[in-house]
T-cell receptor, first 118, second 111 residues
């Protein structure tokens, strides 16, 4: 079964609203999670590295005030797209690196969240 | 951009044939990984090859790595309809799982 869960899998929102996407490791702890975005028929682009208990590290060109990342626990990271616009419509995918226990060092991807901004 | 390039961008073959995809990258790496993605879904990890390895096998998959040419190839033997998907290579420069993905190859297996 899936070891990294993303929720929601699909979301449609109006322009100007904020949307929160959750990435949860189900049976392991993850001190580090990564957020990617993927446009249709294109590759994944790393947006940011989310570290438990500290600020996220954003890739060049990614607006930190636009894409708020919170990694409040060892099993949950959230990505909030603030004041969403149609150009933010994309497929957002997270990955989590296992820490300690049987999943240590392994990397798992979520199933992705498709955001459509009208 | 540090993104790698994959070729071909799209590949259609008959079921039972072998499929070969190539990946080129730009920086030195700790390891290179291959992933599969079905349409609209997440990524499935296929295989990881470290920088000091040249070839690795897993079932019907064979991966090669040439660090001098900064390139890798993925061979899928005896293809099946269920292999239809997009395939991405991803490089890990530091061993910290921060991946840089290639542009991907869309593979279609014709029954």
């Amino acid at each position: 079964g899936a070891v990294v869960s993303q929720h929601p899998s699909r979301v449609i929102c109006k322009s100007g609203t904020s949307v929160k996407i959750e990435c949860r490791s189900l049976d392991f702890q993850a001190t580090t999670m990564f957020w990617y975005r993927q446009f249709p028929k294109q590759s994944l682009m790393l947006m940011a590295t989310s570290n438990e208990g500290s600020k996220a590290t954003y890739e060049q060109g990614v607006e930190k005030d636009k894409f708020l990342i919170n990694h409040a626990s060892l099993t949950l990271s959230t990505l909030t797209v603030t004041s969403a616009h149609p150009e933010d419509s994309s497929f957002y995918i997270c990955s989590a690196r296992g820490w300690g226990g049987g999943r240590a060092g392994e990397l798992f991807f979520g199933e992705g969240s498709r955001l459509t901004v009208l | 951009s540090q993104q790698g390039e994959e070729d071909p961008q799209a590949l259609s073959i008959q079921e039972g044939e072998n499929a070969t995809m190539n990946c080129s990258y730009k920086t030195s790496i700790n390891n290179l990984q291959w992933y599969r993605q079905n349409s609209g879904r997440g990524l499935v990890h296929l295989i990881l090859i470290r920088s000091n390895e040249r070839e690795k096998h897993s079932g019907r998959l064979r991966v090669t790595l040439d660090t001098s040419k900064k390139s890798s190839s993925l061979l899928i033997t005896a293809s099946r309809a269920a292999d239809t998907a997009s395939y991405f290579c991803a490089t890990d420069a530091s061993g910290n799982e921060k991946l840089t993905f290639g542009t991907g190859t869309r593979l279609t297996i014709i029954p």
